[in-house]
């Protein structure tokens, strides 16, 4: 009987691989939420989300700003290059590595995605770095955008980079992501997520500001985390998040603080691929509301002369 649930299971895996991923998404959001998601008349945050994923998106520029390398050209030039993380070493070959004067300190990470991460606050022995290399290796064979159904991965080139690591060495940096809502008017409604608490597999804690850094909405796992001590250093986040922000009806800007100082993480443009969880008290609608998002199917650029196809696992929605 063991046997045959599992054979079952198998199958259905299969066959659930060979759907297009609109419908994926659909069985996923449906297994998460126990309801199904209105990818077509989006209401909520995270159907908005999807609504973006498979039926309007700039899936080009979307890729090139979640490439960790390709936008800090675009943070360089449109708030400075004195909020990037100072960038050690970056190669399509982990080889390289292996030629580093040294690794303390550092993070090492793969540009084309998320979780791909090793970070070093002692120098790696011999062994350390030959299992990085192969761990980078792999990394560089894998297609992100599968993971989670998000095309724009696709059109990062993969590659490694080193950074230098930002932290007090004891757990990973907080991280202040700001959900940034354009409502073309010139104003901005936004949602701060603060995340923090990162130590292995353990539970995360998340702190949520709603058009606020005065007042906390809500909290989850709440470990006694006070913020106003940077709410000068979030403030000025905040307007530097406005400017990444002014082209898009959406995205989330991430951002480190370090000894006052003001490091930019990544631009996000489909977070948790529409299947964000830990959105209670009514934030899922309240963030979809504030989302004023654009409902005209946008034509892919153009590139070399041809427009890019979309994979044939994007046609049907």
Known sequence: MLKLKAELRKGLLYLLKKMPWSYQ???????????LPNIHQPKLFNEKIMYRKFVTGDYIRYGNLSDKILVRDYIAKTIGDEYLIPLLHESADPMTLLGLKSLKNTVIKANHGSGMVEIFL???DCIQKQLLVRRCEEWLKRDFSNQSREIHYRYIKPRILVEQYVGDGKLAATD????????????????????YNRCGNAPLSMNFY????QQCFYKIRDTGLDISGDRETLEKALGLSKKLASDFDYVRVDWYIDEGQIYFGELTFTPGAGMVTGLDM????MMGDM???????????????????????????
């Open 25 to 35: 998404d659909r069985i996923h959001y449906f297994h998460k939420f126990k309801r």
């Open 122 to 124: 002692e120098e790696p």
């Open 176 to 195: 202040y992501k700001f959900h940034m809502f354009n409502k073309k008017d010139g104003n901005f409604e936004y949602v701060l997520q603060v995340i």
């Open 210 to 213: 709603v058009n606020s850094l």
């Open 282 to 285: 009514g934030l899922d609608k």
């Open 291 to 317: 989302w004023v998002q654009d409902r005209k199917a946008a034509m892919l650029p153009e590139r070399s002369g041809e427009v890019t196809p979309l994979p044939a696992a994007l046609k049907k929605v």
